[in-house]
């Protein structure tokens, strides 16, 4: 499966549009597309998500932002952004679960004790990574060709995310494919 992450820092910087990136993963068997965009306004990530919408059939997930999850199947947060609920990641789970109820929920992960502990909560799959070192997180632990023997102890969902191009290959069923920041994928 291709997770598609649709950035749009990186896109802008490399001058491509929302709409042409949708058309460049239009001919692929895309079943979820993540969004990001961590300088928009409120505005703009709307009428975003609402192109989306229009154009992209699969699922869609907003990254961190929960108050757009009415525009979305599902949210994807980082570490940091669940911990910023509650310091107890099953009482963060619990209060994010009360505003998306079965919508999807999804969690970055980056080593085998943040699995563990992802193992315990009520998501619906993981995030890991990094794979490679990738333009918007340059500070991103790398864990390169470790991670997809580290996927094999999440009792979720796996998909590997950072980095990852479209000729990478990973065993299935155990990993998802992630179009790194969805610019493999033109």
């Known amino acids: 499966m291709i997770?598609?992450?649709?950035?749009?820092?990186?896109l802008r910087q490399r001058g491509?549009?929302?709409?042409?990136?949708?058309?460049?993963?239009?001919?692929?068997d895309v079943p979820m597309l993540q969004y990001?965009?961590?300088?928009?306004?409120?505005?703009?990530?709307?009428?975003?998500?609402e192109l989306i919408r229009n154009r992209y059939r699969g699922s869609l997930i907003v990254n961190d932002m929960i108050k757009l999850i009415s525009y979305a199947d599902g949210i994807h947060l980082g570490q940091e952004d669940m911990l910023s609920w509650d310091k107890d990641k099953q009482t963060?789970?619990?209060?994010?679960?009360?505003?998306?109820?079965?919508?999807i929920l999804g969690l970055s992960t980056h080593n085998l004790a943040e699995i563990q502990e992802a193992n315990t909560l009520e998501i619906d799959y993981i995030g890991l990574g990094a794979y490679r070192t990738t333009e918007t997180k340059k500070d991103a632990s790398v864990g390169g060709d470790t991670?997809?023997?580290?996927?094999k102890?999440?009792?979720?969902?796996?998909?590997i995310i950072g980095g990852v191009r479209m000729d990478d290959r990973f065993e299935k069923p155990i990993c998802y494919k992630v179009i790194?920041?969805?610019?493999?994928?033109?």
């Open 92 to 103: 963060a789970v619990a209060m994010i679960r009360k505003i998306i109820g079965h919508k």
């Open 180 to 186: 790194g920041s969805g610019l493999y994928a033109l």
């Open 16 to 28: 491509l549009s929302l709409q042409k990136f949708l058309s460049s993963i239009s001919s692929l």
């Open 36 to 49: 990001r965009n961590k300088t928009g306004s409120i505005e703009e990530q709307k009428a975003d998500l």
């Open 153 to 159: 102890h999440s009792t979720h969902p796996v998909a």
């Open 147 to 151: 991670l997809p023997e580290m996927a």
């Open 3 to 10: 997770y598609a992450l649709a950035d749009m820092q990186s």
